[in-house]
Nanobody, 125 residues
Framework: VQLVESGGGLVQAGGSLRLSCAAS????????ICWFRQAPGKEREGVSC????????YWADSVQGRFTISSDNAKSTVNLQMNNLKPDDTAIYYC???????????????????WGQGTQVTVTV
């Protein structure tokens, strides 16, 4: 099983980045794919989760309206479009996969089965 994130980088506040998570080694449509993030000195938190079988998605309040999650099931890829970025969005962003309910995974009430290595997002003032 592999989850490989890409697309992180350095951007000024108000800018945009698009993260991608390429999945392999499991049946993509059977899983919820989530994005989490962890800033220095803070706990890991859920950003957004999507049921890949029907496209239903959930977001953390802090990113709703600014971030969009989408999937390309043919390519087993989930993307996170991040707009109007803020310095508080600075973190390592992780892709994760699990079977279960997306709202529970988003809050880490259920732990994902698989994690990617993470990609750094830095937002400057």
């Amino acid at each position: 099983v592999q989850l490989v994130e890409s697309g992180g980088g350095l951007v000024q506040a108000g800018g945009s980045l698009r993260l991608s998570c390429a999945a392999s080694g499991f049946t993509f449509d059977d899983y919820v794919i989530c994005w989490f993030r962890q800033a220095p000195g803070k706990e890991r938190e859920g950003v957004s989760c999507m049921h890949t079988n029907d496209g239903s998605a959930y977001w953390a309040d802090s990113v709703q309206g600014r971030f969009t999650i989408s999937s390309d099931n043919a390519k087993s890829t989930v993307n996170l479009q991040m707009n109007n970025l803020k310095p508080d969005d600075t973190a390592i962003y992780y892709c994760a996969a699990a079977k279960g309910l997306a709202p529970l995974l988003l809050r880490l009430w259920v732990k994902p089965d698989y994690w990617g290595q993470g990609t750094q997002v830095t937002v400057t003032v």
